[in-house]
């Protein structure tokens, strides 16, 4: 199993800045892809930014020069600075990674999902 633990949302006025953390542990022989989604509220979830273990990154196009996301491979640890924040960016900001386990029947790949964090942008 893997765990994904999210830190870093919170309130900022629009405009401000935010850095998501998201670090993954346990049977944990490799990550692909680490990234980050969110889901506002009656809204779908939909993709922010993705990063591979290479380094290749893919964005939103409502995020693209305002948004970065970067990774310590060391730590299994993905980040996600957000700046020039939007209201309607308020949401849940959820983690998401595609790994490599150690499993009883030998190497599986799997996707796993944090709980969340809170991201309120004020106008």
């Known amino acids: 199993q893997v765990q994904l633990v999210e830190s870093g949302g919170g309130l900022v006025q629009a405009g401000g800045s935010l850095r998501l953390s998201c670090a993954a542990s346990g049977s944990i022989l490799s990550i692909y892809v680490m990234g980050w989604y969110r889901q506002a509220p009656g809204k779908q979830r939909e993709l922010v930014a993705a990063i591979t273990s290479g380094g290749s990154t893919n964005y939103a196009d409502s995020v693209k020069g305002r948004f970065t996301i970067s990774r310590d491979n060391a730590k299994n640890t993905v980040y996600l600075q957000m700046n020039s924040l939007k209201p309607k960016e308020t949401a849940v900001y959820y983690c998401?990674?595609?790994?490599?386990?150690?499993?009883?029947?030998?190497?599986?790949?799997?996707?796993?999902w944090g709980k969340g964090t809170q991201v309120t942008v004020s106008s």
């Open positions: 998401t990674c595609n790994v490599l386990v150690r499993s009883p029947w030998g190497p599986l790949e799997s996707n796993y």
